[in-house]
């Protein structure tokens, strides 16, 4: 197992990698609401690391 989530806020420095989506949404989330900001919850379970895949 062990999913792999990226959280990344679009507005500031924010920024998480996460092994559970429901740790990674609340994360999101509580950010979301807690700043207005726009984010971005990303699935790259597949990938090997984040930026250096085609
Ligand atoms: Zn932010």
Do not use: K, N
Request: charged share 20%; hydrophobic share 30%.
């Amino acid at each position: 197992m062990g999913g792999r989530y990226h959280v990344v806020c679009h507005e500031c420095a924010f920024e998480g990698l996460y092994e559970d989506a429901s740790v990674a949404e609340g994360q999101r989330d509580a950010h979301t609401s807690d700043s207005g900001h726009q984010m971005s919850l990303r699935d790259i379970s597949c990938q090997e690391a984040p930026g250096l895949s085609q």
